[in-house]
């Protein structure tokens, strides 16, 4: 584990403590605002490269829409059904989908893609280590973390 990742985990159990839930989601919503209004996710796209994306029923009807082939060919071709999760997933990473550095999908992107890295949605302190594991995929969520740290004056070791 590298030292960065091992300091993360030390924050979020720290956090677990010492941070109130609103306040927490207020501050990491404000945060959020901050960074990706200025950030071009399209310069960096380590979650298309490195995370697998699920799938809806009505997601995969409308991906087939977009790249013009029946359901049965859009699953047969990009995806695989994880009975685990009991949801289709992509079949490989870096991302299907992603062609040229664009995703081809367009309008028809997962809401799972929309919303990642979930750093505007409510109760964050709930899943705070899924905010450290998309720390080392995502810049920005790299940053707030460090931000955080100043806010509760957690000393890194």
């Known amino acids: 584990m590298s030292k960065k990742l091992d300091e993360n985990y030390k924050f979020a159990r720290f956090l677990k403590n010492h941070a109130?839930?609103?306040?927490?989601?207020?501050?990491?919503?404000?945060?959020?605002?901050?960074?990706?209004?200025?950030?071009?996710?399209?310069k960096c796209l380590n979650c298309c490269k490195k995370l697998n994306v699920s799938f809806s029923n009505k997601e995969i009807e409308a991906g087939s829409k977009e790249l013009k082939?029946?359901?049965?060919?859009?699953?047969?071709?990009?995806?695989?059904?994880?009975?685990?999760?009991?949801?289709?997933?992509?079949?490989?990473t870096p991302c299907p989908f992603l062609k040229?550095?664009?995703?081809?999908l367009k309008?028809?992107?997962?809401?799972?893609?929309?919303?990642?890295?979930?750093?505007?949605?409510?109760?964050?302190?709930h899943s705070l280590y899924t905010l450290v594991n998309n720390a080392e995929i995502c810049p920005v969520v790299d940053k707030i973390l460090d931000e955080l740290k100043s806010i509760y004056h957690f000393k890194v070791r």
Not at 20 to 42: A, G, P, Q, V
Not at 69 to 92: A, G, P
Not at 100 to 104: F, H
């Open 100 to 104: 040229n550095q664009q995703c081809i």
């Open 69 to 92: 082939c029946t359901v049965e060919e859009l699953k047969n071709k990009y995806l695989t059904f994880d009975k685990l999760e009991n949801k289709y997933i992509t079949k490989t």
């Open 20 to 42: 109130e839930e609103e306040e927490f989601d207020k501050r990491i919503k404000e945060l959020h605002n901050k960074y990706f209004k200025t950030y071009d996710c399209s």
């Open 107 to 125: 309008n028809s992107k997962p809401k799972n893609c929309k919303d990642y890295p979930y750093t505007n949605k409510k109760e964050r302190i």
